[in-house]
């Protein structure tokens, strides 16, 4: 009895399928609706998705499959991984540490806006937030955010949501739900996107989102690409580490990071082409960031027939994938107190989601009782924000890089990668090997020190 709880398999992922959908469900989320169609509509369209995408697959793409395979190597948490695969030096978990702060920093902000979706969706079911007129849809934003209980309810709301699926366990928990979540979250994407390119100003929408505009194409909107390519891939902070070791061994972990990149590319440019031919019909000025969720898209599809069906759709939608990410990002810390000080996963959770509602509630009440509240010129919301999808990510990113290419080495590479010779992709780890020891960290490396004005 003794042995057979010793070696009690660690609770992971059962199916490849599960893999796919707990990974992508952590990659879509907020951001793909929130943060890909206004930046790229706003820094130059095609212009800005090509950097996009270099940086994705010069930075963002080897950093995940980097951490998806240390992950898997040493089937531990963001911090241990690095004690389990190199214990002659502790400083290495200093990642892992990074990676903690950085998740209880995006979930303060990112509860807080997942709670606004939720709120929508029952606001717009009754029917109150919904009418023709943006002043009106302003103000029903501005009450909702400026009122300080309202806002904490919802984001603690958010939290016990997530917490209760975390303490079910990966797979009874966070697989099956993005399993049965990520079909739905397509299905009404393509739903919307339809609808959407069926209106009059389509032709307009396509072309602010699609049209390239290289002038737009600052240091720091360069920045800002590769961090939005870190943020969108969940990676430089653990995220993937964690999800890794919950992989199975015959994962071809390459092949499945890019499978997710592809994936998730394609749900950001499906939002962009459900949001903005809706957009320019009405007549509405495209703007980044809450706004343009939470004020222009009700004001927008009300006007449509059978608009209020659609403004409830799109809320779950945002609802379904703001879930999927805030899974993983709150796996992080709780694999960590599970398995370093060996605590039941309900205590971690609860632990957790105690101390997120604090750090939380700073960002929650950022438009109300602590508006005046700032630093560096930003809000605690903006300053979260800032913080980790332009330093601590990227930041994180490099650490793994350099970790991996020039510590941990090729030899021990191949190995994992190739799931100790039984794939046949030397091609594919060479690739990988020459862009995760080089181009990314030179990648990153040039961008941030640009992109923060430091050359
Ligand atoms: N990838 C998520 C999104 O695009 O909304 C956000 C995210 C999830 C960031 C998980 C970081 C993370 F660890």
């Known amino acids: 009895m003794e042995t057979a709880k010793a070696v009690k398999a660690r609770d992971s992922f059962t199916t490849g399928l599960g893999v796919i959908a707990a990974t992508l469900g952590s990659a879509v989320g907020l951001g793909n609706i929130w943060k890909f169609p206004a930046l790229t509509g706003l820094n130059g369209g095609a212009a800005f998705i090509i950097v996009y995408l270099l940086s994705t697959l010069m930075a963002g793409l080897p950093v995940m499959i980097a951490e998806l395979m240390l992950g898997r190597r040493s089937k531990s948490d963001a911090l241990t991984t690095f004690r389990v695969l190199h214990p002659k030096r502790e400083t290495w978990s200093l990642i892992g540490a990074a990676g903690v702060l950085s998740a209880f920093l995006i979930l303060a902000f990112y509860t807080e806006v997942a709670g606004w979706v939720f709120a929508y969706i029952f606001k717009a079911a009754s029917g109150s937030i919904l009418s023709a007129d943006p002043k009106v849809t302003s103000a029903a934003f501005e009450k909702l955010i400026a009122d300080p209980v309202q806002s904490v309810f919802w984001q603690c709301a958010v939290i016990v949501f997530v917490g209760a699926i975390i303490v079910m366990g990966v797979a009874k928990g966070i697989e099956k739900t993005t399993k049965r979540l990520m079909p739905v979250l397509f299905l009404i994407l393509v739903m919307i996107g339809v609808r959407s390119l069926m209106l009059p100003g389509a032709a307009q929408g396509l072309d602010f989102l699609f049209r390239p505009d290289f002038s737009k194409v600052t240091g720091a909107v360069v920045l800002t690409a590769m961090g939005l390519a870190f943020f969108k891939l969940s990676v430089g902070m653990g995220t993937m580490i964690t999800y890794g070791s919950y992989f199975r061994d015959d994962q071809n972990v390459p092949m499945t990071a890019l499978r997710v990149m592809l994936a998730d590319l394609t749900v950001s440019i499906l939002a962009g082409i459900a949001i903005f031919p ?177 050359i």
């Open 278 to 454: 809706a957009v320019f019909t009405f007549g509405f000025k495209p703007e980044a960031g809450p706004s343009l969720l939470f004020i222009t898209i009700p004001a927008v599809f009300s006007q449509m027939p059978f608009g209020n069906v659609f403004v409830v759709l799109f809320f779950v939608l945002g609802a379904i994938a703001a879930t999927g990410a805030m899974l993983s990002i709150m796996e992080v810390p709780v694999a960590y107190l599970h398995q370093r000080f060996g605590v039941s996963r309900f205590k971690a959770t609860a632990a957790t989601g105690i101390l997120l509602a604090l750090i939380g509630s700073t960002a929650a009440l950022s438009n109300s009782v602590l508006a005046n509240f700032k630093l560096f010129g930003m809000t605690m919301f903006d300053l979260y924000d800032f913080l980790t999808s332009n330093l601590l990510m990227p930041v994180g990113g490099l650490f793994i890089c350099i970790f991996v290419g020039w510590v941990w080495g090729e030899q021990k590479v191949r190995g994992a990668l190739s799931n100790d010779g039984r794939l046949q992709n030397s091609a594919v780890i060479s690739i990988f090997f020459f862009l995760v020891k080089y181009v990314a960290p030179i990648t990153i490396g040039v961008i941030l020190l640009r992109g923060l004005k430091i």
